[in-house]
């Protein structure tokens, strides 16, 4: 089910967020935490419900505003809905095979959370040298393995 809504993106600090009431939190169904899929004048992105001070809020960061092409004060008009896709993590080769090479570290690694997987990819990813690289995935290994 989507829900459709109009608002205006008040300043938060740095941030703001699009804030939903108890009944339409309801109405979207998933729960207070779920992950959504917000689309704003056909730009979309993956977020996620939070609850903050007792207020139901789905948190737009700057790299999130960004990718909305959105900006705090704007008016929207915005579709919310629940995120059903699977969310994949794109998985570095050399740490792929490193985690290919144990099944019970593999097994592991599938049963984090999505976030978690993506930190641990991007941390391998983002290495500048070989040898931090290597490390990092030797450091993935034997986390997974304890």
Avoid: H, W, Y
């Avoid at 699009?18 to 689309?39: D, F, H, N, P, S």
């Amino acid at each position: 089910m989507a829900l459709r809504i109009r608002t205006v993106l008040a300043a938060n600090g740095p941030a703001t967020a699009i804030e939903l009431t108890e009944a339409q939190v309801e109405e979207l169904g998933g729960g207070k935490r779920a992950a959504v899929v917000v689309e704003i004048a056909g730009r979309t992105a993956r977020l996620r419900l939070g609850v903050m001070g007792g207020r139901t809020l789905i948190g737009l960061s700057k790299a999130a505003r960004a990718e909305l092409g959105v900006e705090i004060g704007d008016e929207i008009d915005a579709t919310i809905e629940l995120d059903v896709a699977e969310r994949a993590v794109e998985v570095p080769d050399d740490l792929a095979a490193a985690l290919d090479a144990d099944a019970a570290v593999r097994a592991s690694f599938d049963a984090l959370p999505p976030s978690r997987r993506k930190e641990l990819a991007r941390a391998v990813a983002e290495a500048k040298r070989p040898e931090t690289r290597a490390r990092r995935i030797e450091a993935t290994v034997a986390d997974l393995r304890s």
